[in-house]
């Protein structure tokens, strides 16, 4: 598998990882089903594995899959969400988690640690000082750093525009961002992706498939269905939709083809739960970049939706009941 140079950490990863959180009691599979897949995606070359506490049980059971390992890997992990209740400010308890994860993990060095979360202030309250972006948390990396507890820090984050000004304080070697740089979701290239760049960090991207809703096709929704979505959506669906339907590619394939056709991404995340998603993710990568040509009709698809639209559904429930506004 093809493998770049993750920012200014010089690690060189594969460019497919395996995401933690489908891998946990939310993907529905037991501890050895876990394994097995974990095991695969590191035989087929994956060398790079991410989880979370706030991934339900993806720790403890990443920590069972990848006892035995049959290649060498990197791990990373985050702060946030435990111990409960939560202080994001209390230095003691962000330590105690740290210690926590490296317990399950069965590990004694974290390779890169993430403060997750950073933009949402009403999730996680990170910052004592919004200006400058500072709070209890960098003083926890920074000794965590000089202990080797941890090699590299990092920021995982959702939103395509607070995350910028974090990125710019240039403390942090890595950045993770997810549901904004995709087939149809681009905004993280107006500002993540080129300060993270500017700033030398890895770039990570995570739900390279919108979390499901380009993992397949849904064509009845798409085209009767689904009134969550707005009418320009639809049609930059069923244009998508007609652009597989000429090239044959599947969509999982061009998802995350049109990830890595990006130089500047050192890798994207799969969120396979079995060794059959795992093989198919490994070989749909495996086809490497997409054509240019082909990037260029992407890209005039993307422009018909180029920002989110305020009404839409933060995850897209194609395949569920919608409740209305703020509860799909």
Known sequence: MEKRILGRTGLEVSVLGLGGLFLSKLGGNDQDEARRATHRALALGVNYVDTAPGYLDSEAV???????????????TKLGGRPQPFDPKDKAGLRQSVQESLRLLGRDQIDILFIHEPDRPGQY????????????????????????VIRFTALGGTTAYEMTPIIATGRYDVVL??????????????????????????????????????????????????????????????????????????????????????PDVSLTLMGARSVAEVEANVQAIEQGPLPKAL??????IADMVPFRPFEEPFGLPFGRAYKGPGKA
């Open 177 to 262: 961002t997810a549901f904004n740089y995709s087939l149809l979701w681009r905004e993280a290239t107006i500002g993540v992706l080129p300060e993270a760049k500017r700033q030398g960090m890895g770039i990570i991207i995570g739900s390279p498939l919108q979390q499901g809703a380009l993992a397949r096709r849904y064509d009845e929704e798409v085209h009767s269905g689904a009134r969550w979505l707005s009418p320009p959506r639809r049609e930059q669906y069923r244009r998508l939709y007609a652009l597989l339907d000429e090239t044959g590619i599947a969509l999982p394939e061009l998802g995350l083809r049109f990830v890595i056709s990006n």
């Open 295 to 300: 990037l260029d009709r992407l890209q005039e």
């Open 62 to 76: 990443l920590g069972y899959a990848l006892q035995g390992a049959p290649q060498p890997y990197f791990l990373s």
């Open 125 to 148: 309250d990170w910052w004592t000082d919004y200006e400058n972006f500072h709070g209890p948390v960098n003083d926890v990396l920074d000794e965590l750093k000089a202990e080797g």
